[in-house]
């Protein structure tokens, strides 16, 4: 928000959504979907923009804004609302937008795949919204930009984030093979068909993929 662009005679109200935030060592403890939805004090909002000023671009002009915040006391509370204890911002260069974009949808996958019981519903929209022909076009996209050929890539971003790119890369691969499999083993008989064609979506994007990494 410009604060200058507002009116001084009037009173504002941002409201915007947020999504808890865990370390890697946080995660690791918190294995269940209840020990991630209590004792949260830390949390996350994204505002994508361009260097050029506007909200949206391209995949290689695409910047991402993360802000954490932390507040005073852990939700659930007694109380609706807690005020925030600490801010702080980070900015993510398009590659690096790639890397989290990936990256979460390989940690959504293992999630679900992990879990001691399985939610087959939620699985089928996991892997659909991973390899099916119309949403794995941005899949596709983020490797044809940073890493086929590299080109450009490879002297504007540092080899560290092509590295990291390239390994999400191979987990989001790995995990839906490994999802695939589980799939195919929870489906009914009337299933066998959508088994049958998100083996073959996953095919094309396998093969499609493979050169580049």
């Given at each position: 928000?410009?604060?200058?662009?507002?009116?001084?005679?009037?009173?504002?109200?941002?409201?915007?959504?947020?999504?808890?935030?865990?370390?890697?060592?946080?995660?690791?403890?918190?294995?269940?979907?209840?020990?991630?939805?209590?004792?949260?004090?830390?949390?996350?909002?994204?505002?994508?923009?361009?260097?050029?000023?506007?909200?949206?671009?391209?995949?290689?002009?695409?910047?991402?804004?993360?802000?954490?915040?932390?507040?005073?006391?852990?939700?659930?509370?007694?109380?609706?609302?807690?005020?925030?204890?600490?801010?702080?911002?980070?900015?993510?260069?398009?590659?690096?937008?790639?890397?989290?974009?990936?990256?979460?949808?390989?940690?959504?996958?293992?999630?679900?795949?992990?879990?001691?019981?399985?939610?087959?519903?939620?699985?089928q929209?996991?892997?659909?919204?991973?390899i099916?022909?119309?949403?794995?076009?941005?899949?596709?996209?983020?490797?044809?930009?940073?890493?086929?050929?590299?080109?450009?890539?490879?002297?504007?971003?540092?080899?560290?984030?092509?590295?990291?790119?390239?390994?999400?890369?191979?987990?989001?691969?790995?995990?839906?093979?490994?999802?695939?499999q589980l799939?195919?083993?929870?489906?009914?008989?009337?299933?066998?068909?959508?088994?049958?064609?998100?083996?073959?979506?996953?095919?094309?994007?396998?093969?499609?993929?493979?050169?580049?990494?």
């Amino acid at each position: 928000v410009d604060v200058k662009s507002l009116d001084p005679d009037k009173v504002y109200i941002q409201i915007t959504h947020v999504t808890p935030h865990f370390t890697e060592e946080e995660l690791a403890k918190r294995d269940t979907q209840f020990e991630r939805e209590i004792n949260l004090y830390s949390f996350y909002y994204e505002t994508p923009f361009t260097k050029s000023g506007k909200s949206h671009g391209t995949v290689s002009s695409q910047w991402m804004r993360k802000t954490l915040l932390k507040t005073t006391h852990s939700f659930p509370y007694i109380v609706k609302r807690i005020p925030i204890l600490e801010t702080s911002e980070t900015e993510l260069s398009p590659i690096e937008v790639a890397v989290e974009a990936i990256g979460r949808k390989g940690s959504d996958l293992h999630t679900e795949i992990h879990k001691e019981k399985t939610d087959l519903v939620k699985l089928q929209l996991l892997l659909q919204g991973s390899i099916t022909a119309q949403v794995n076009q941005g899949v596709q996209e983020y490797a044809n930009v940073f890493l086929k050929d590299l080109g450009p890539a490879a002297d504007r971003y540092p080899q560290e984030h092509i590295e990291s790119l390239k390994e999400v890369y191979r987990e989001f691969i790995s995990l839906c093979d490994e999802a695939l499999q589980l799939f195919a083993q929870l489906a009914s008989k009337e299933q066998s068909l959508l088994v049958f064609e998100m083996n073959r979506q996953f095919f094309i994007m396998k093969q499609s993929l493979e050169p580049i990494l």
